[in-house]
Nanobody, 122 residues
């Protein structure tokens, strides 16, 4: 039911920072969880970070201490602050809306944005 648009990607040097934004077309207040995933060339899409409706967060081990996921319900936007970037962070980053297990029996559970490219290179 929700449309997602990512922005904020680009080229950054190792050690640099970027902030990704995911703008949702409708309220994210009641969505089960919002998350960021990434997919590097030749690799499977992987979870980077998520934030549940109650505010709890979870991160991939590879980004803990460097990335921070947050949300602004008033703006219907989820952010991913990316610090101390490494070349291995290079990937297309996707925003995801998860409507939760109760929705999955009748409707599509996950909705995805189009992705935004993050390239970390010197």
């Amino acid at each position: 039911q929700v449309q997602l648009v990512e922005s904020g990607g680009g080229l950054v040097q190792p050690g640099g920072s970027l902030r990704l934004s995911c703008a949702a077309s409708r309220s994210i207040f009641s969505i089960y969880a919002m998350g960021w995933y990434r997919q590097a060339p030749g690799k499977q899409r992987e979870l980077v970070a998520l934030i549940a409706s109650g505010g709890s967060t979870n991160y991939a081990d590879s980004v803990k201490g460097r990335f921070t996921i947050s949300r602004d319900n008033a703006k219907n936007t989820v952010y991913l602050q990316m610090n101390s970037l490494k070349p291995e962070d290079t990937a297309v980053y996707y925003c995801n809306a998860d409507y939760g297990p109760l929705i999955a029996t009748m409707k599509v559970r996950h909705y995805w944005g189009q992705g935004t490219q993050v390239t970390v290179s010197s």
